[in-house]
């Protein structure tokens, strides 16, 4: 299975142009502390691929996942994959290196 790392470049480019739906993975409490503006939150621990396929296909944009350093992003994508799922990309950074950088903040 491939996984495509994206940058931090590549994620305000596609939140900027509308082209990414950024799906954070991390646990509530963490997305309730900040998350990049315009992420929805799945948390791993509760992940529900059919949720996450429903919402992909709903939406429109190109499916993202996020996590706290690049992580639970790919066993998210790996559950999500082999749920059938057509996901390939996550956020190799992850909300450590966003908030780092100082990126706006939800």
Same mark, same amino acid.
């Given at each position: 299975?491939? +996984?495509?790392? &994206?940058?931090?470049?590549?994620?305000?480019?596609?939140?900027?142009?509308?082209?990414?739906?950024?799906?954070?993975?991390?646990? @509530?409490?963490?997305?309730?502390?900040?998350?990049? %503006?315009? @992420? +929805?939150? /799945? %948390?791993?621990?509760?992940?529900? %691929?059919?949720? !996450?396929?429903?919402?992909? #296909?709903?939406?429109?944009?190109?499916?993202?996942?996020?996590?706290?350093?690049? +992580?639970?992003? +790919? /066993?998210? &994508?790996? #559950?999500?994959?082999?749920?059938? &799922?057509?996901?390939?990309?996550?956020?190799?950074?992850?909300?450590?290196?966003?908030? @780092? #950088?100082?990126?706006? !903040?939800?």
């Amino acid at each position: 299975m491939q +996984v495509v790392d &994206l940058d931090r470049d590549a994620i305000k480019r596609g939140l900027s142009e509308g082209s990414l739906l950024v799906i954070d993975v991390r646990e @509530a409490h963490e997305y309730d502390g900040g998350h990049i %503006p315009g @992420a +929805v939150t /799945h %948390p791993l621990s509760t992940f529900d %691929p059919q949720a !996450v396929g429903d919402l992909i #296909a709903r939406d429109g944009r190109r499916p993202v996942f996020s996590c706290a350093s690049g +992580v639970r992003s +790919v /066993h998210a &994508l790996m #559950a999500a994959r082999n749920a059938g &799922l057509d996901v390939s990309e996550h956020y190799k950074g992850g909300f450590k290196d966003w908030s @780092a #950088a100082g990126e706006p !903040v939800e």
